[in-house]
């Protein structure tokens, strides 16, 4: 497993997971579609990505499906960094 | 609750309005001054009308688990929780909060609440603690219904909640509970086929919902059994619902369209309705209502402007010829929406309007007429609706002439007050109307366009969220010494949450100050009320007696004139 994605599998059970919620998060757990992380939270969840990994998401890419799961959303964000690096 | 002297003024009037409830009473059984339990009428009454056979419930979850129950299971389970509610001592009358995800128990327990006399208080699971005490507090709750992944944030606020007797977890499953905390199963609970539903009457205290405003914590809107009259009626007469229809509401029941749409409103007309306990995902809900045949769906301009996003392509490689009928609630639905769904549906969606308050639908596209697309449509039938001035709630007509949109009283979903706050309920009523704080124009046609709110609620994805409580939980923060919640526009959403925020000496605005403030909202409150923009500032627009003023600031997002500045002070 690589840095990004253990970081975002890590912020995602610290900042969404509640506290009885005894699921183990992979790359490919469901987060919107699973009722982890709803649409508005995923917005505090782009910006984490952007702060940590200093690129910007466009908001027409952050949809609820490219953040379905940790796998999903460590695409985007390589797919962000190619497009701009 | 004690109903507001404009309210019996219009009681005693035989107006064509009561002629039509009466008839509405009449289909339900309903002799007027009799007994009337919600809980009772959509359960036992369905199958006592020889339906019990039919499904009531298909339930299915995130990951793809289903159950199917009946109306005759549905009467029995609403029996077994009703009398394991009462065997705990709860009493007719107090408060009993549902705060769970959409589970099955979600829907049993609130009617088993309502058919043992107690006050039904669904929240919305996503909320925080902060959120979640506020409305215990005030509701003096003596019990809540919850599961596992939720019992946390009842367990941080239950020393602060005297009220609260039993804490009651629906999904334990052998788990270790905190003390005092009960397990109930309702599997393994011994069911209850026989269970003499509470003698509640038409004004017996049923659901209390709460709804935010401008100033001060939200207020418990309460409602009483009697309203069951019109979500049965505009059920049947705005959605169409029809003997042999599956019907989906997406809102979750910790809101008043998950209760009146969700629950009362089908099961009182014996529909099957179709509940998916999972998050939004494009093709996962057009696979769930091409999977269930679903025939008529109620939704939400945010979710169908998200579906918009993901392409009508996606929606054609699913069988969705089963829809029949379409309708939304919660915000203004946008006319790019109504043609979008037309040309890859086949059909439109009807807009419908009403709040918390209303308690059912109060104008709508009704199903046949013609669908204006960006209109609200017409008043329901039973139900008086005008344009008036705000200030002296004289009606205001004319095509295209702007005013607040004001309801007649009295009609049998209308709350009956907001619990502990007569003032607050008596400000809603003005020369014989209620106002519902929205801004609208009619046109020729008598159909209503929604122009703006009233005040500094802001309505987000549907749900209104209050400035107050959000600038109260920023001001938690360390850094935070002053801020101001005003919506901003969003393409999805309609409008979000921006806060302005000043910090304390010592404090720079900085990415990860940004992100905890983001995230210390969200788990206070709630995900909608978390400022999906925070813009640092020194200072705030404040008038000359010190109180800031979110107009400047929200006219600024919007691009709209900021209006009379003599009383503010130099920034």
């Known amino acids: 497993m690589d840095d990004l994605t253990r970081m975002v599998i890590d912020y995602v059970a610290r900042e969404y997971l509640e506290e009885g919620d005894n699921r183990t998060l992979t790359e490919d757990t469901p987060l919107i579609s699973g009722g982890i992380v709803?649409?508005?939270?995923?917005?505090?969840?782009?910006?984490?990505?952007?702060?940590?990994?200093?690129?910007?998401?466009?908001?027409?890419?952050?949809?609820?499906?490219?953040?379905?799961?940790?796998?999903?959303?460590?695409?985007?964000?390589?797919?962000?960094?190619?497009?701009?690096? | 609750m004690r109903a507001s002297p404009e309210i019996s003024q219009a009681m005693a009037v035989g107006s064509p309005m009561a002629i039509h409830w009466a008839g509405i009473a009449h289909e339900l059984d309903y002799q007027p001054g009799g007994i009337l339990n919600i809980?009772?009428?959509?359960s036992d009454r369905v199958c006592l009308k020889g339906r019990g056979?039919?499904?009531?419930?298909?339930?299915?979850?995130?990951?793809?688990?289903?159950?199917?129950?009946?109306?005759?299971?549905?009467?029995?389970?609403?029996?077994?929780?009703?009398?394991?509610?009462?065997?705990?001592?709860?009493?007719?009358?107090?408060?009993?909060?549902?705060?769970?995800?959409?589970?099955?128990?979600?829907?049993?327990?609130?009617?088993?609440?309502?058919?043992?006399?107690?006050?039904?208080?669904?929240?919305?699971?996503?909320?925080?603690?902060?959120?979640?005490?506020?409305?215990?507090a005030d509701a003096g709750t003596a019990a809540i219904l919850t599961q596992r992944k939720h019992a946390g944030k009842?367990?941080?606020?239950?020393?602060?909640?005297?009220?609260?007797?039993?804490?009651?977890?629906?999904?334990?499953?052998?788990?270790?509970?905190?003390?005092?905390?009960r397990a109930f199963s309702l599997d393994r609970e011994p069911p209850v086929e026989q269970f003499?539903?509470?003698?509640?009457?038409?004004?017996?205290?049923?659901?209390?919902?709460?709804?935010?405003?401008?100033?001060?914590?939200?207020?418990?809107?309460?409602?009483?059994?009697?309203?069951?009259?019109?979500?049965?009626?505009?059920?049947?007469?705005?959605?169409?619902?029809?003997p042999g229809d599956v019907y989906w509401c997406n809102a979750d029941p910790g809101w008043v369209t998950g209760t009146s749409y969700g629950i009362i409103g089908p099961w009182a007309n014996a529909t099957t309705q179709a509940v998916l306990d999972a998050g939004f995902n494009a093709a996962r809900w057009y696979q769930f209502i091409a999977s269930h045949r679903v025939t008529v769906w109620y939704s939400a301009p945010t979710a169908i402007r998200l579906l918009m996003r993901e392409g009508a392509d996606l929606?054609?490689?699913?069988?969705?010829?089963?829809?029949?009928?379409?309708?939304?609630?919660?915000?203004?639905?946008?006319p790019e929406a109504v043609v979008w769904s037309q040309a890859t549906f086949g059909r439109p969606f009807h807009d419908t309007f009403w709040q918390t308050e209303t308690g059912a639908i109060v104008i709508a596209n009704l199903p046949g007429m013609k669908v204006k697309p960006?209109?609200?449509?017409?008043?329901?039938?039973?139900?008086?609706?005008?344009?008036?001035?705000?200030?002296?709630?004289?009606?205001?007509?004319?095509?295209?002439?702007?005013?607040?949109?004001?309801?007649?009283?009295?009609?049998?979903?209308?709350?009956?007050?907001?619990?502990?706050?007569?003032?607050?309920?008596?400000?809603?009523?003005?020369?014989?109307?209620?106002?519902?704080?929205?801004?609208?124009?009619?046109?020729?046609?008598?159909?209503?366009?929604?122009?703006?709110?009233?005040?500094d609620v802001i309505n987000t994805g549907g749900h209104l969220v209050g400035p107050f409580e959000i600038e109260s939980a920023l001001l938690e923060h360390r850094a935070v010494a002053e801020s101001a919640a005003v919506a901003m526009p969003d393409p999805v959403n309609?409008?979000?949450?921006?806060?302005?925020?000043?910090?304390?000496?010592?404090?720079?605005p900085s990415d990860d100050l940004e992100l905890e403030i983001m995230n210390l909202v969200r788990r206070r409150l709630s995900p909608l009320a978390m400022p999906q923009k925070i813009e640092f500032v020194t200072s705030l627009p404040k008038t000359r007696s010190g109180k800031i003023l979110r107009r400047v600031l929200r006219a600024r997002e919007w691009g709209e004139p900021v209006g009379d500045l003599s009383t503010m002070m130099d920034e």
């Open chain 2, 374 to 455: 960006g209109s609200m449509g017409r008043p329901v039938p039973g139900v008086e609706a005008a344009i008036v001035d705000p200030r002296t709630g004289a009606p205001i007509t004319g095509p295209g002439r702007v005013g607040t949109i004001a309801i007649r009283p009295d009609w049998p979903s209308m709350m009956r007050g907001y619990r502990g706050k007569p003032a607050a309920y008596e400000k809603k009523f003005l020369n014989g109307w209620y106002l519902c704080g929205d801004r609208a124009h009619v046109d020729a046609d008598g159909y209503f366009w929604f122009v703006g709110r009233d005040d």
């Open chain 2, 39 to 42: 809980g009772w009428q959509c």
């Open chain 2, 154 to 181: 009842v367990r941080r606020i239950r020393e602060a909640l005297p009220a609260l007797r039993e804490v009651i977890v629906v999904d334990a499953d052998g788990a270790a509970l905190n003390p005092g905390e």
């Open chain 2, 196 to 242: 003499d539903a509470y003698p509640s009457r038409a004004e017996t205290p049923s659901i209390l919902h709460y709804t935010s405003g401008t100033t001060g914590p939200p207020k418990g809107a309460q409602h009483v059994h009697g309203s069951i009259l019109a979500q049965y009626d505009t059920a049947r007469l705005v959605l169409d619902l029809r």
């Open chain 2, 315 to 334: 929606a054609k490689r699913f069988g969705l010829e089963s829809l029949r009928h379409l309708a939304s609630v919660g915000e203004p639905l946008n």
């Open chain 1, 38 to 85: 709803d649409s508005f939270s995923m917005v505090s969840l782009k910006v984490f990505l952007e702060k940590k990994c200093a690129i910007q998401i466009p908001n027409d890419e952050a949809t609820p499906d490219a953040f379905d799961t940790v796998r999903r959303i460590v695409a985007l964000v390589d797919n962000v960094k190619r497009r701009t690096a």
């Open chain 2, 53 to 136: 056979a039919k499904t009531a419930l298909l339930w299915e979850d995130a990951l793809g688990r289903r159950r199917e129950f009946t109306f005759d299971d549905l009467r029995v389970h609403t029996n077994t929780m009703a009398r394991y509610l009462t065997g705990l001592g709860l009493e007719p009358g107090e408060r009993i909060c549902m705060f769970m995800d959409r589970l099955p128990e979600l829907y049993f327990g609130l009617l088993a609440i309502l058919k043992m006399g107690g006050v039904a208080q669904p929240l919305f699971s996503a909320f925080g603690e902060e959120s979640l005490l506020v409305r215990l």
């Open chain 2, 494 to 508: 309609m409008e979000v949450v921006k806060a302005f925020v000043a910090l304390k000496p010592g404090f720079s």
